[in-house]
C-alpha cells in the first residue's frame, strides 16, 4: 500500500524510514535524560536545587546528597546544569508566593558554574540566595547578585579554579582548595562520603542560621561568621579531616 509516497508493507515503514525515525526518537530521549529533573517535597519553607554537571551522568553523587537532605524533610530539585533559567524562574515564583523562604543553590562541575548564573539570574528576579555551593567549577567564573555565602570548593591542582565577587556581590565568598585530600579528584568529588557531609553541613548551618545572616563552617563546628565581612573574599584549604584552615 502507498501512502504519502512511500510504501508501506503490512502497516510497517520501510528500513530507510523506519531507522531515521528510531535514530530522531532515540535523540530526543537522550536529551530529555541529559535535562532530567527530579524533584521530592519535605516539610520546611526552603528548597535546595543541585544541579548536576555535563551528559547528566558524571554528578550522580548529587543525587546521593539529595536524598540525604529529603530525610531530613527538606525540598530538594535535581537537574542537568542546561535546567538553570527554568530552574530560576520555578524558584523565583516559589519565592513570591511564599512557599519558599530560603533558597540554596548546589552545582558539580558544568553545575557549580550554572549556579553562578542561577544566582545572578535570581537577583535579577529579586530573589535573594542563602548559600550557593560550587564543587569544582570547571570554568573561571566571578559570582554576583544576592548571595549570604558562597563557597567554592575546588581542587587547585586539577580541573577547578578559585571563584571570583563580580558586581553586585555583597556577601561572603569562601574558597576552599582541597589540593590535600588526596582521596578526592573532579570525577568523585560530589560523591565522597566526607565531601558530601561538608556540604550538607553548610547547608544545615544556612538553614539555622535567621535571614540576613551568614553562617560559616569552620573546623567541623556550626559557628556565625562574625569576622567575615560582607564582600569579603577567603582563601582556604581543608585537610583529610574535613577541617577549614583559614588565614588568620
Known amino acids: 500500500m502507498r ?4 510504501t508501506s508493507f503490512g502497516g510497517l515503514l520501510p528500513q530507510r524510514v523506519r531507522y531515521p525515525l528510531q535514530a530522531a526518537a532515540l535523540s530526543l530521549l537522550m536529551l530529555a535524560s541529559a535535562i532530567g529533573v527530579s524533584g521530592a517535597q519535605g516539610t520546611s519553607g526552603s528548597h535546595v536545587y ?22 531530613q524533610g527538606i ?41 553562578t548564573s542561577m ?11 542563602k548559600l550557593a555551593i560550587g564543587l ?15 563557597v567554592n570548593y575546588y581542587i587547585a591542582n586539577g ?14 565568598l569562601q574558597n576552599v582548595d582541597l589540593e590535600q585530600m588526596s582521596d ?27 535571614p540576613h545572616q551568614v553562617a560559616c563552617d569552620s573546623k567541623g563546628s ?9 564582600g569579603s573574599v577567603t582563601e582556604g584549604t581543608a585537610g583529610s579531616e574535613s577541617q577549614y584552615n583559614w588565614p588568620r
Open 3 to 6: 501512502s504519502g509516497g512511500f
Open 50 to 71: 543541585l544541579l548536576r554537571g555535563a551528559f547528566n551522568v558524571f554528578s550522580l553523587g548529587m543525587d546521593q546528597i539529595a536524598t540525604r537532605l529529603q530525610n
Open 75 to 115: 525540598n530538594t530539585t535535581v537537574a542537568n546544569y542546561l535546567s538553570w533559567p527554568t530552574l530560576s524562574e520555578e524558584a523565583a515564583a516559589a519565592y513570591k508566593s511564599g512557599r519558599v523562604r530560603t533558597i540554596i543553590l548546589v552545582g558539580h562541575s558544568s553545575g557549580a558554574v550554572a549556579v
Open 119 to 129: 544566582a545572578t539570574r535570581l537577583s535579577e528576579l529579586g530573589i535573594p540566595v
Open 136 to 150: 569544582d567549577p570547571t570554568s573561571h567564573v566571578a559570582v554576583s547578585g544576592h548571595v549570604d555565602r558562597y
Open 159 to 172: 580541573f577547578g579554579d578559585p571563584v571570583e565577587k563580580g558586581p553586585g556581590f555583597s556577601g561572603v
Open 184 to 210: 578526592v579528584s573532579h570525577f568523585n568529588i560530589e560523591k565522597n562520603r566526607m565531601m558530601q557531609g561538608m556540604v550538607i553541613r553548610d547547608i544545615e548551618a544556612a538553614l539555622a542560621t535567621p
Open 222 to 230: 556550626r559557628v556565625t561568621c562574625a569576622s567575615a565581612k560582607r
